[in-house]
């Protein structure tokens, strides 16, 4: 089924015998990759199989090792992200490069010319002032605050720009005040309004709810039909088959295959990018239906630093034997939810209790002392969980030394567990002493999860565990938990891919802005729902239709 | 061309490679500039080894500067190691000589010498402590920015001792002319072979620190703590207490390094006790990594540099300022070393055929060995 | 004590010194917006005084001297630049090297000219006060005439080379990308700003400015050289920078304040009737800029939320950095 390789002409850019490493991480080998003009092209592949790392090459971020890039047929040496540019070529980041201080519009045209950006804003001039004169809402709203007069001009004209592609956002506003999903919209007019003809967007729907999801669809299906090509990088099938013409899959840093999409089935696509047939299923043992309650949280509120709230008046219970999931757009409350129960944030209000003993507001330590045994598996692995440029044993370790006695540390029962662990987990690793952040993503997490485990927790908090993760490896994680949960303890998941929370928890909790929006029954949900309910829509208003909140 | 790309690790072998060549790189330079002044830079190198280590007083020279270089150097790692940047090192020195000037001062004059001196140093390590404490605490409970507070403080010590010298302590021995007056003779340290003992101060702190950082629970704390903040929370650890108990410990060991500077070789208080040394003491501590051993090592090149500088100075009758641009060069080139530490740079062979990578030179040949485990992670 | 600060002496002698401040806050703020901390200040505020004031001695021409300090202070910025822009040094430490260097070197070619005053033709240059009006017949006026209106070029040019700074960083598409930059490398390189040459530019235009507020000492203020002549005040430019909330026009007034301070201590001395007051003297007064840097450190740290200068400043950037 591949497609013969099209003719050099209607080739948007051209990659021949790209390789790129790191360290001893070999991240791309002699990959060949084209796209068309016109066409969405998928680039599909595993987490750390070279996506991310092939087109930070195009875009000019990485040097490749060797390889030959051509750009509407001819050869470029990009030596920066402004030469990619100039050729036409635009990346829209999976982690949003935005100077949170500065407005939208600041974030937009810096690096341009004056000469540059009003070329870029006027071409479509009759265009314009038709849209502003059907659109009264394009006009500043009078309490923005006119920060100053040249930049308010350059942001109407942005405004104006973006409708053309159903974008809309307020330019005015500071990076950092906006969401995540028009923080996106920034980067994607940052591309255009330079003029990209080539636009590659890495992993964009994994912030997205699936309304949004949606809407960034139809967006980039208008500029594929004015002529733009775009490189969809994704590693969910789904996305692939609704938007795109044709897919590329890479494995382990190498390009397996380019298929046409329409022609293509799921299945072969799966063992084309994982290397092997593969069970996909998700299994979910039934929780134990006694329904004992563990954890029990009661109006839990926490403001930050600033005094925003980050959490408010959420209350919920986890029982013994289940796994309670976590869903909700990123920044909703789920690391504070997680760090006010494990202790390390001291919540503003509200009671936390394990078994009916109170917790709430005290550290790890007075946890431990009071009999609780609970684990957390924070998302920043190397930045919270571990220690990154100590060993294995250094880092097991951490949970122990306290307890010891004396000023000195012995490590020999610290050493002896990590030995164990390495065996149980299969970790590959060079050494108890090798630094654990030279490790692969998938052996940190073991190592932290083996570590947790070992502490025999009755209460399990693991936020993000599969992030970054390979299939394989995410799998090892579903199992380890699941093993937990028929062990009777209970779990507290916090989850990012709606697809695997459905199949993997028993309950699904969804935060949206630090709210509890409700708790549905996995078997009973749809991914439409939780996609409302992470925009804001709460589980009743769904169920009834009737808004209680705005009619009281 | 070449490309740079980052160093997974560096050895520790890397390391002394690396900063040894970044040495010798300075002394090329220098040897180069000397060169081109007129002057013979092979005599000029001779004359700096031979003044720095080849004559007696030379020698003890080197080894009197390296004495405060070194303890200070050790106190601030213990700092550096939690990334609390402790740059007040020359404050904390000055009060720390203050404090023990004032034991020396308040004691009668014949007090026995088993009592003052002992007295001073413990004093030294209470003033330091103390002067370092203050910006620790705003640190620690206020977040406020260490670096620019404990800069500020060496101004506030420097000024304090000026105000010292000059009005509240001044001699009135000294008819009209300002000055504090010498501490008692017993008050000193002994000299071992001219030179004064406080050179085990640098050498049983350096075993002592090296133990406690590497071997017991508070060390292993400060190590958590510095390199990530939440991990220590997590961890359940109290950072705040143990970042206190780092920065007195720090600035402890530095005042202790003006009590044994004042009781061991300026046998007075003056303004200009410290000499720069708290900055140095700085660019020592990040050279050697924070490396309790490795800090005597470098701190001693820095006093021989110094040493060999001041005699290159007399003996060839250079102007000073190239005695210094001597000792900034050295400086440099052993400061830009650390780009090596951390990036490879890997020449391309412009190679434009599609053929399988090349990407290995001979810069990397000593990576292959670890090259062994990337695709660990995927099994059959 | 009110009827010395408010003394139209006291005024024009803090204006006049406030200059070196505001020369040498306005090139740190510039170096910090390109996202480094530059603690070279001090040396090389040095190395510009020692550089020019040894060509203005021995030239008598003052274009040297300015030639002489700009590529003084230059040299030195451009090894802060290569060092922690190139080689990815770290920062603080590199600074510290630089002051280190710079001091040594500037006292030993200082000590050159060390007793030697400022020659007459650059004196009279400076004795010049283009604004000052020749017989003014109020009081009010004659107090405007003194505190504000006799000051030399050099003076008024700094004030409005703040004011050019201003324009330039909130108006100019220049001065956003090195906002940008200082914000957020990875963001300004992926907007095809080039941040190599931005860093490079800014930083040793930054020495520059030091070196130029250096100069001002010995050839103005002082009018002859002696050893480690800006005493501090290069790490007052540091803690300004961050008082005046890296803005070139607050820079203006944050540099006054500093500047009245720092000359207090010497203002306190010539009065008689204020110098017998016990821990009235000169020691103790100058210890204040450094006290009140203090206090502003510790309010800043206090005011949660705020905006704490350029997210760079600290970190090197590299472009692989995954």
Redesign the interface.
């Known amino acids: 089924m591949s497609v013969s390789s099209s003719s050099p002409a209607e080739n948007a850019f051209s990659m021949?015998?790209i390789?790129k490493?790191?360290?001893?991480?070999?991240a791309n080998?002699?990959i060949d990759f084209e796209v068309k003009i016109g066409e969405i092209h998928a680039l599909l592949g595993e987490n750390?199989s070279g996506k991310s790392t092939l087109m930070n090459i195009l875009?000019g971020?990485?040097?490749p090792?060797?390889?030959?890039i051509s750009v509407f047929g001819e050869t470029r040496d990009f030596r920066?992200?402004?030469d990619a540019?100039?050729c036409g070529i635009g990346?829209v980041?999976q982690h949003f490069?935005?100077?949170?201080?500065?407005s939208a519009t600041?974030?937009i045209?810096?690096?341009?010319?004056?000469g540059q950006i009003f070329r870029a804003l006027q071409t479509e001039k009759s265009d314009d002032r038709h849209i502003s004169t059907m659109d009264p809402d394009v006009s500043v709203s009078p309490d923005q605050k006119q920060r100053?007069t040249?930049t308010n001009y350059i942001s109407d004209l942005i405004r104006k720009f973006a409708k053309r592609f159903h974008i809309d956002f307020d330019p005015d506003k500071l990076a950092s005040q906006l969401s995540v999903s028009e923080k996106q919209s920034v980067e994607i007019i940052?591309v255009l309004i330079?003029g990209a003809k080539i636009l590659i967007m890495d992993e964009p729907t994994a912030v997205l709810t699936p309304q949004e999801t949606k809407k960034l669809f139809s967006v980039l299906k208008k500029m594929r039909d004015q002529g733009c090509s775009i490189v969809f990088i994704s590693h969910k099938l789904g996305e692939i088959t609704e938007l795109c013409d044709r897919v590329t899959v890479l494995r382990?840093g190498r390009s397996v295959d380019t298929l046409v999409v329409s022609q293509v089935d799921t299945y072969d696509l799966i063992e084309k990018m994982v290397g092997r047939k593969i069970e996909l299923e998700i299994v979910r043992p039934a929780p134990n239906p006694e329904r004992l309650e563990c954890l029990r949280v009661e109006g839990l509120t926490y403001h930050d630093?600033?005094?925003l709230a980050k959490l408010s008046d959420v209350s919920f219970s986890t029982f013994y034997g289940e796994i309670l999931g976590v869903a909700g757009l990123a920044g909703s409350g789920q690391k504070e939810l997680c760090e006010a129960i494990?202790?390390?944030i001291r919540p503003s209000s509200g009671s936390i209790s394990v078994d009916a003993e109170e917790i709430s507001g005290l550290?790890?330590?007075s946890i431990?002392a009071k009999g609780v045994s609970m684990c957390?598996i924070?998302e920043?692995r190397l930045?919270?969980?571990?220690?990154?440029?100590?060993g294995i044993t250094?880092n097991v370790?951490?949970?122990e030394?306290?307890f010891?006695k004396g000023?000195?540390?012995k490590t020999d029962r610290a050493s002896e567990k990590s030995d164990q662990i390495i065996k149980e987990l299969?970790i590959?690793?060079?050494g108890v002493r090798h630094?654990v952040r030279?490790?692969?993503g998938?052996?940190i997490q073991k190592v932290i999860l083996g570590r947790e485990i070992h502490l025999h927790p009755k209460l399990m908090i693991t936020a993000y565990a599969v992030r970054g993760l390979?299939i394989?490896?995410s799998h090892t994680v579903y199992r380890l938990l699941n093993e937990q949960k028929k062990q009777n303890v209970s779990v507290l998941y916090i989850g990012e891919d709606l697809d695997v929370l459905i199949a993997f928890c028993d309950r699904i909790m969804v935060l949206c802005r630090g709210e509890n929006m409700g708790i549905l029954d996995a078997n009973h949900t749809s991914k439409i729902e939780i996609g409302q309910m992470m925009s804001g829509t709460r589980l009743e208003v769904i169920r009834t239709g009737v808004d209680y909140v705005s009619n009281r | 061309m070449f490309r740079i790309a980052k160093r997974e690790k560096a050895s520790i072998t890397d390391s002394i490679r690396f900063r040894s060549l970044g040495f010798l790189a300075g002394l090329l330079l220098s040897m180069g500039f000397i060169a081109v002044l007129g002057y013979n830079p092979f005599s000029a190198l001779v004359t700096l080894l031979i003044g720095a280590f080849g004559t007696g007083t030379g020698l003890r020279n080197t080894l009197t500067f390296a004495i405060p270089l070194a303890t200070t150097a050790l106190g601030l790692s213990v700092a550096f190691r939690m990334k609390y940047w402790n740059i007040g090192g020359e404050g904390q020195l000055l009060i720390g000589a203050t404090a023990a000037m004032f034991v020396s001062l308040v004691a009668g004059e014949n007090t026995s010498g088993w009592i003052l001196v002992p007295m001073m140093l413990l004093f030294g390590f209470i003033g330091g402590a103390w002067y370092a404490l203050i910006p620790g605490l705003f640190r620690v409970y206020f977040r406020t920015n260490e670096t620019l507070f404990t800069l500020m403080m060496n101004y506030l010590a420097i000024a304090f001792v000026k105000y010292l010298y000059h009005v509240l302590w001044k001699d009135p021995l000294k008819s009209g002319f300002p000055g504090i007056r010498s501490i008692q003779e017993q008050a000193g340290l002994p000299r071992i072979l001219g030179v004064s003992a406080g050179i085990i101060v640098p050498v049983i702190l350096m075993i002592v620190l090296y133990v406690l950082i590497s071997r017991t629970k508070p060390g292993y704390e400060i190590r958590v703590v510095g390199e990530s903040e939440p991990t220590a929370h997590y961890a359940g650890m109290n950072v705040q207490k143990i970042m206190v108990g780092g920065i007195i410990l720090s600035g402890g060991i530095v005042g202790l390094a003006g009590a044994v500077k004042l009781s061991g070789e300026t046998l007075t208080l003056t303004e200009s006790l410290g000499g720069g040394t708290g900055f140095t003491a700085i660019v020592i501590a990040w050279l050697a990594n924070l490396s309790a051993p490795i800090i005597l090592v470098v701190s001693f090149l820095f006093a021989a540099l110094q040493q060999g500088a001041q005699i290159i100075q007399l003996r060839l009758n250079v102007p000073a300022a190239v005695a210094e641009i001597i000792k900034g060069l050295m400086l440099m080139s052993f400061l830009g070393s650390e780009f090596f530490l951390r990036y490879r740079i890997i020449f391309n062979k412009r190679d434009k055929s599609q053929s399988y990578p090349q990407i290995l030179s001979a810069s990397q040949s000593s990576d292959i060995e670890t090259d062994k485990t990337p695709d660990k992670e995927v099994k059959p | 004590m009110i009827s010395i600060l408010t003394s139209p002496d006291f005024i024009s002698s803090a204006i006049s010194f406030s200059v070196i401040l505001l020369l040498g806050t306005l090139g740190e703020l510039l170096t910090e917006r390109a996202g480094h901390l530059n603690l070279g200040v001090e040396g090389m505020m040095l190395l510009g005084a020692s550089f020019g004031y040894i060509a203005a001695v021995r030239s008598s021409s003052l274009v040297f001297a300015l030639v002489a300090a700009c590529l003084g202070s230059g040299l030195g910025a451009l090894m802060y630049a290569f060092l922690t822009v190139s080689l990815r040094v770290n920062q603080t430490v590199t600074g510290l090297a630089l002051t280190m260097f710079g001091a040594g070197l500037a006292n030993s070619v200082g000590s050159k000219v060390a007793g030697t005053s400022t020659p007459p033709n650059i004196e009279a240059f400076f004795s010049f006060h283009p604004l000052e009006m020749d017989s003014p017949n109020s009081a009010f006026l004659r107090f405007i005439n003194k505190a504000f209106l006799s000051h030399d070029v050099f003076v008024y040019f700094s004030i409005v080379l703040a004011v050019l700074l201003c324009v330039f960083l909130f108006r100019t598409q220049e001065g956003l990308a090195l906002r940008l930059t200082g914000e957020n490398t990875a963001a300004a390189d992926a907007s095809g700003i080039k941040v190599t040459r931005i860093k490079y530019l800014y930083i040793v235009i930054g020495g520059v400015l030091c070196g130029l507020g250096g100069l001002y000492l010995p050839l103005v203020q002082q009018g002859y050289w002696i050893e480690n002549i800006t005493a501090g005040q290069g790490w007052l430019v540091v803690a300004l920078v961050i008082f005046v909330r890296w803005h070139p026009i607050k820079a203006i007034a944050g540099s006054f304040v500093f500047g009245a301070l720092s000359i207090l201590g010497s203002s306190v001395q010539l009065n008689e009737r204020l110098s017998t007051i016990p821990f009235y003297n000169q020691y103790i007064m100058s210890m204040f800029p450094f006290f009140l840097t203090i206090v502003v450190l510790v309010i800043t740290s206090a005011r949660k939320g705020a905006w704490r200068g350029p997210a760079e400043i600290g970190h090197p950037y590299f472009r692989e950095d995954r």
Request: proline share 6%; charged share 25%.
């Open positions: 021949k015998g390789s490493s790191f360290g001893s991480v070999c080998e002699g750390g875009s971020v990485y040097r090792d060797c390889g030959k920066s992200p402004g540019i100039r990346m980041y490069k935005l100077a949170e201080s500065l600041d974030n045209i810096a690096g341009l010319s004056k100053r040249g940052k330079r382990k630093e600033k005094g494990a202790g390390i550290s790890p330590r431990t957390f924070p920043d930045g919270m969980g571990l220690v990154a440029s100590m250094e370790l951490l949970k030394y306290a010891q000023i000195f540390i299969d590959m690793t060079p630094p030279l490790l692969s998938g052996n390979d394989q490896s």
